[in-house]
């Protein structure tokens, strides 16, 4: 989870049955993914919940950039950081790859600079 400077809140989400088609004794790829997952907003106000990405591929670790526009999630079964615009209404637009890492992400953080730092799996 992560929260801005608004209050904003952000997690990632899924099926508790997630997993349940991957074989973690084999490399993830074509045939051997988890399920897709999803990106929620909740209001701190009112305690409501909304899908604001969904098609996550396990979603593990998120960021705000200091100005507070970029959302940042670490996609570990997708090998890639994905940016999305975060709007007024706390929704998301405009979702692209941040970087592709060729190695799944394990979490995310940004320092004092704004710049990424992110565990990754070998």
């Not at 592709?100 to 940004?110: E, H, K, T, W, Y």
């Amino acid at each position: 989870m992560v929260v801005d400077d608004l209050g904003r809140a952000f997690f990632g989400g899924g099926d508790p049955s997630i997993l349940s088609n991957f074989n973690e004794s084999i490399p993830p790829g074509p045939g051997n993914m988890p399920n897709f997952a999803f990106l929620m907003h909740v209001d701190t106000a009112t305690g409501q919940t909304q899908v604001v990405a969904d098609r996550m591929t396990f979603p593990n670790g998120a960021v705000v950039t200091p100005d507070g526009k970029t959302l940042i999630g670490a996609e570990t079964f997708g090998f890639r950081l994905t940016a999305f615009d975060i709007q007024d209404d706390s929704t998301l637009a405009n979702r692209r790859i941040w970087a592709d890492l060729g190695v799944p992400p394990d979490g995310i953080r940004l320092d004092q600079d704004g710049c990424a730092w992110v565990a990754a799996i070998y």
